[in-house]
């Protein structure tokens, strides 16, 4: 099984989403980490080539994957309209 891990910013993002948003990207992101294998992960491309995202709802979060030793790494968390504006570094 996979380990979900957050960056600071992350952590940040959701801290900073509405109450009754969070619980939804909460939930979403534990059964994202439970049924990672089963899952078609969607990569990302240009300048955010090699990370990959996560749909829920309006929302987009986006990670990486270390696959040898089985972690998501979450770096952002945001809606979908401003997600893609940011930078990562």
Not at 8 to 19: K, P, Q, V
Not at 29 to 41: E, M, P, R, S, V
Request: net charge positive.
């Amino acid at each position: 099984m996979y380990k979900i891990k957050f960056s600071f910013s992350a952590l940040n993002d959701i801290d900073n989403i509405d109450s009754s948003i969070r619980g939804k990207l909460i939930n979403k992101l534990k059964w994202f980490q439970d049924n990672f294998g089963d899952i078609k992960i969607m990569p990302l491309k240009g300048e955010l080539s090699g990370k990959f995202k996560l749909k829920i709802g309006d929302y987009r979060v986006i990670y990486e994957i270390n696959w040898d030793k089985k972690e998501i790494y979450i770096l952002k968390i945001g809606h979908r309209r401003d997600i893609y504006k940011i930078d990562l570094d």
